[in-house]
């Protein structure tokens, strides 16, 4: 039983780990790549103005929210709902990356995976995105399928974990009792020499 939980153990962190080296190479390659084919603006408040055009990068946004603290990230949201609802084009995108952004306040990958596959993608000759907004999209799903995944594991690894615990205290009960049955035993035994004698 100690075994299984050892096992149930190295593989809860193993799954930790897979968690992590999958998520780790969208936050290397990403501003790599972006950086490469980028400029960035140096005042931020030029990079608000910027952001709100609708030819701005999925990318560029990408690594503009990242470097955005609690409170902006909070106004951001915001505005992203409310450009949702005025019709800009790609606000729903844009709040889709915060659900899936790991430091948002409303960081959910669960959320941000059914927004992306309930957008209204039109066919590729009349979309509006762009080659690298596409290519963006597909990473991101494929990264939100990947951590979907692997929190599914880790849930059920979670719960076999439980289980195995459980298993383990209920057999730990039956050896302290089977323990104190034969320490009567014993002095049963003694008991019954000591009076043939």
């Given at each position: 039983m100690i075994r299984l939980?050892?096992?149930?153990?190295?593989?809860?962190a193993r799954i930790t780990n897979n968690i992590m080296k999958w998520c780790m190479p969208v936050f290397i390659i990403l501003p790599i790549s972006i950086l490469s084919g980028c400029q960035l603006l140096a005042d931020s408040n030029s990079d608000k103005i910027a952001l709100n055009n609708n030819n701005i990068e999925l990318s560029q946004y990408y690594l503009w929210i990242k470097s955005l603290n609690d409170d902006e990230l909070s106004q951001e949201?915001?505005?992203?709902?409310?450009?949702?609802?005025?019709?800009?084009?790609?606000?729903?995108?844009?709040?889709?990356?915060?659900?899936?952004?790991?430091?948002?306040?409303?960081?959910?990958?669960y959320t941000a995976k059914t927004l992306l596959n309930d957008y209204p993608f039109p066919p590729y000759d009349d979309t509006s995105l762009n080659t690298a907004d596409l290519a963006f999209i597909v990473m991101l799903k494929d990264q939100l399928n990947q951590q979907l995944l692997l929190l599914e594991q880790l849930v059920n690894y979670k719960g076999a974990y439980q289980q195995?615990?459980?298993?383990?205290?209920?057999?730990?009960?039956?050896?302290?009792?089977?323990?104190?049955q034969i320490i009567q035993l014993k002095k049963i035994e003694k008991t019954l020499s000591k009076r043939g004698h």
């Open positions: 939980i050892c096992k149930l153990s190295s593989r809860l949201i915001s505005q992203q709902k409310i450009d949702k609802q005025s019709g800009y084009d790609k606000a729903e995108l844009q709040l889709i990356m915060l659900y899936s952004l790991p430091n948002s306040l409303i960081h959910n990958p195995a615990k459980k298993l383990n205290t209920a057999h730990q009960l039956n050896i302290n009792q089977l323990k104190k």
